[in-house]
């Protein structure tokens, strides 16, 4: 990690050499200003001078896209356009020869956030688009601007306000900001906002995926008002070599060569700078002395504040190292293993709506931190909700992020993999400030090629450039031959740490006793985490005797004593999240007794009653502990 500019610049020359053999354009050089979202907001939700759009918001379903586009691909009727600023109901009673075939006003509600696929059972499988709509007040000030920040909206969006367009974002998972200075009015403002879930061979991810793709306004949506010139990202970090460093970005019209201030309080730290003729301050200090390191055992955040002439901008953060010595992994310098386990983004209960408020992400992080004695969360498929990543630095929980590069992508096309390369920017830019974030994943479970070798390594060497300070990792299928598991991936040069997805003895014709005669024939040299295994469980539903079945939670406790101690015989271990916490919404999932739409992997039900694997799980990490206290002091 310290010679994080040798490693950039070796990573573009292993890009290269893979795809000297190939048609296909090599990736381009990554850029800060390419990759760069052109507005950030960053720490929005510790804006004072906010809105919090959520609550009921009216819905129109247009599964054949009328209100965008008519047939032929002509521009849609203006009976159809939804995102119109219209009285309809006073429209019709004036009579005449208009009528319209929609009406937002009179339509029926669904909470926002939250995916559509909860809010009504004729939309439990919708996939295409529907049109939202949110009335609001405003009354911003003189000399102010406004903002729209949309956390996620899942895939695609398209937002007007007051009948204008002001933009659109492909993304389900990353969030995005558009200024309404100018549409913005004082009272009755009229939001819609196409969303529109479609996935398909141009998307991230695919078409098809083991888990619910959830349509609709999934995160928290906020009109923010500013001053004219703002501060619109600000991050700090602890370095390799004790420094805290970071920056400022102001946007606006007096954003250059403007004084600002760094201060934290309960360090009695304060230091001043002055932007640049782009608007941004670099800070580089010595870390204070009485400066606490963030670690699970003990998750210290401070208070940081910034501020410009006219702005102010608070955040929470920890400051800690994460790095890799030969095949450990260093947290603040001293080796850690990863106890923990893989996660959805769902919340407990019967119907989850993808809905992750303060509370829910506890709950969930609560199971893993106390339940089983964690200290590591992997969050997959995709980013999860800005919720979730500032709770597990509350809570003391390392984390692996990824983006849904999943099973396999048009590899080909460039403009799929730019897409990729954003939505990873749009990640990394959130998360910055994050101490829990440890790992960044470029992929799960993708297919050994050479043109999807290049893909991943673009990712990777994006994120060399823009996030030097963690580690990147991949979930790895692995080879089997005979009793033999290999890696065979050219990815691994490109990773700091090696991770594996493994279901032996659930898929496959393995019994649990074969387990036991596996061999691992792994590289040594950098540590590796088994990122996935697992089976199927329906919560309450047993099997006594003394072979049991699959799908019965004694099945799914076997399986995991199984499991665990083929693992421990891999030297360079040093890292478990198995899949998954709890049970989650799949559609491929529909054996009629046992899964009725459900991944049944969990450790808890989707209700979360804890099945007899989460206790052996449970007992393991604590034997971890009592037995690695090396790997456990923080």
């Not at 009793?483 to 649990?512: E, F, H, K, Q």
């Not at 899964?595 to 007899?612: A, C, I, M, P, V």
């Amino acid at each position: 990690m310290m010679r994080c500019v040798t490693r950039y610049v070796l990573a573009l020359a292993l890009i290269l050499s893979v795809g000297s053999a190939h048609t296909a354009e090599p990736p381009t050089s990554p850029s800060q200003p390419q990759l760069r979202p052109a507005l950030l907001l960053t720490g929005a939700a510790n804006r004072e001078q906010s809105i919090d759009l959520s609550g009921r918001w009216t819905y129109s379903k247009d599964l054949y896209r009328t209100g965008l586009n008519d047939i032929n691909g002509w521009v849609a009727k203006s009976r159809m356009q939804r995102y119109r600023d219209v009285d309809i109901a006073t429209a019709e009673a004036q009579g005449g020869t208009d009528f319209f075939e929609f009406d937002l006003d009179r339509g029926p509600t669904m909470e926002i956030p939250g995916a559509w696929n909860a809010a009504a059972s004729e939309l439990r499988y919708y996939d295409g688009l529907i049109w939202l709509q949110r009335r609001f007040d405003a009354a911003p000030k003189a000399g102010q601007r406004s903002f729209l920040r949309f956390e996620a909206v899942n895939y695609r969006a398209y937002v007007y306000l007051n009948g204008h367009k002001i933009g659109q974002h492909e993304g389900g998972f990353t969030p995005f900001v558009l200024e309404v200075t100018e549409q913005l009015r004082a009272s009755d403002n009229r939001l819609v906002v196409g969303v529109d879930s479609k996935h398909d061979a141009q998307t991230i991810p695919g078409e098809i995926t083991d888990w619910d793709l959830y349509g609709g306004i999934t995160r928290p949506v906020r009109l923010i008002h500013t001053p004219a010139t703002f501060i619109d990202d600000a991050t700090l970090q602890l370095t390799q070599t004790g420094r805290l460093q970071g920056s400022l970005q102001l946007n606006g019209p007096q954003a250059a060569n403007q004084p600002v201030r760094l201060h934290i309080a309960s360090l009695g730290l304060q230091i001043a700078a002055h932007t640049d003729a782009q608007g941004e301050a670099r800070f580089d200090l010595p870390a204070p002395d009485a400066l606490k390191r963030w670690s699970p055992d003990a998750p210290t955040l401070y208070q940081v504040d910034f501020a410009s002439a006219q702005d102010h901008l608070h955040d929470r953060i920890g400051f800690r190292t994460i790095a890799v010595r030969g095949n450990e992994i260093l947290l603040n310098g001293k080796p850690v293993f990863l106890r923990g386990v893989s996660l959805h983004e769902e919340e407990l209960g019967a119907n989850p709506a993808r809905r992750i408020d303060a509370a829910a992400a506890r709950a969930l992080l609560t199971e893993v931190k106390q339940g089983l004695g964690g200290n590591y969360v992997r969050l997959s498929h995709y980013p999860h909700s800005e919720t979730m990543l500032r709770a597990a630095d509350e809570l003391g929980l390392l984390v692996w992020s990824e983006i849904p590069v999943y099973w396999t992508v048009d590899w080909d096309n460039p403009a799929v993999r730019d897409k990729a390369r954003r939505m990873q920017a749009e990640t990394v830019y959130r998360d910055r400030n994050r101490a829990a974030l440890v790992l960044w994943s470029v992929g799960n479970e993708t297919p050994v090629a050479e043109n999807r070798t290049r893909f991943h390594a673009a990712l990777a060497a994006d994120l060399r450039a823009l996030d030097p300070g963690r580690l990147i990792s991949a979930a790895l299928l692995v080879k089997r031959e005979g009793n033999t598991i290999r890696i065979a991936d050219p990815l691994l040069p490109y990773l700091d740490v090696m991770a594996i997805n493994s279901y032996a003895g659930w898929y496959g014709d393995d019994t649990l006793k074969d387990l036991a005669g596996l061999r691992w024939d792994l590289p040594t040299d950098k540590p590796l985490i088994a990122s996935e295994f697992g089976a199927d469980a329906l919560a309450g539903h047993h099997d006594a005797s003394g072979t049991p079945r699959k799908w019965s939670e004694e099945f799914q406790a076997d399986y995991y004593r199984a499991t665990l101690a083929m693992l421990e015989t891999i030297p360079n271990l040093r890292g478990l999240s198995p899949w998954v916490l709890k049970d989650f919404r799949s559609p491929r999932r529909e054996h009629p007794v046992f899964q009725n739409g459900w991944n049944r992997k969990g450790l808890l039900s989707e209700t979360g009653q804890r099945k007899l694997a989460f206790d052996v799980l449970a007992r393991h990490y604590r034997e971890l502990t009592a037995n690695k206290k090396s790997y456990d002091d923080f």
